[in-house]
């Protein structure tokens, strides 16, 4: 049974990886790289475990009724703690990377990082919850994960193409949205799931629907129109220049 657990614990991230790696047109990442920022993504499970301590620590008192406990559980201890770790993950792990030149790259990075941190979140969930919290969460919070790194990936390469062409303001906004918007899609999920009630559970769950079709139309637009995206002037991968050196 736990072999069977495990497998399920790990197949929904798995899926959207080989998702997110065939949707990638121009040039695929290398398998390497991918994995690499797949274990960023779990390892920045740590640093976000002991912010969410720390935040769950020094909560206000004034946070009393369960609404209010609910978001700032949702938006401060949860999203912007996880958020936050996997966005400098991420940048650790890609940011000056020679293979980072065409826009649909962020989001793949973006996309690996997030089901990296889900997978390990997943393993730990499934194997103490058992059979319905694995289907639950591969419907639900896996995917939700995957949707942040998506919006967070859009931002990424908004802004690293930004740093290359110089515009360093719009650069640095495009990293705040990098960390922002994932935070509030996080963090209006989590709030949601945390609130439990009836009513609650049908706006989380109109809530991810509404998330799967943003975060597909996204992801079939922007891998579309790649080939036009290009960090640099010239049109051949840089990869491919790189190795020529």
């Not at 121009?26 to 790289?33: I, R, S």
């Not at 475990?49 to 401060?76: G, H, K, Q, R, W």
């Not at 079939?220 to 960090?231: E, I, K, L, P, Q």
């Amino acid at each position: 049974m736990s072999n069977q657990l495990m497998f399920l614990a790990l197949l929904p991230g798995i899926l959207i990886i080989i998702f997110i790696f065939r949707k990638d047109k121009v040039e695929h990442e290398p398998y390497g790289l991918l994995a690499k920022l797949v274990l960023f993504g779990a390892i920045s499970c740590i640093p976000a475990v002991i912010l969410e301590e720390a935040m769950t620590y020094v909560m206000p008192p004034t946070i009393v009724d369960n609404v209010s406990l609910a978001m700032y559980e949702a938006f401060v201890v949860a999203a912007l703690c996880e958020e936050v770790c996997k966005y400098l993950l991420l940048r650790l792990g890609s940011w000056n990377n020679v293979n980072f030149n065409y826009r649909f790259d962020g989001i793949v990075y973006g996309v690996c990082v997030a089901v990296g941190f889900a997978l390990l979140e997943n393993i730990l969930y499934v194997m103490d919850g058992g059979l319905q919290v694995a289907l639950m969460r591969g419907v639900l919070a896996v995917p939700l994960h995957a949707f942040c790194g998506v919006f967070m990936g859009v931002f990424y390469s908004e802004a690293k193409k930004a740093a290359i062409r110089g515009n360093s303001g719009k650069s640095r906004s495009a990293k705040v949205k990098a960390v922002l918007v994932p935070l509030l899609i996080h963090g209006i999920y989590d709030t949601f799931a945390m609130i439990g009630t009836s009513t609650a559970t049908i706006m989380l769950l109109v809530f991810v629907v509404i998330m799967y079709i943003a975060a597909v139309k996204v992801i079939n637009r922007f891998s579309r129109d790649d080939a036009n995206n290009g960090f640099y002037s010239y049109t051949e991968p840089l990869s491919d220049i790189w190795n020529k050196k």
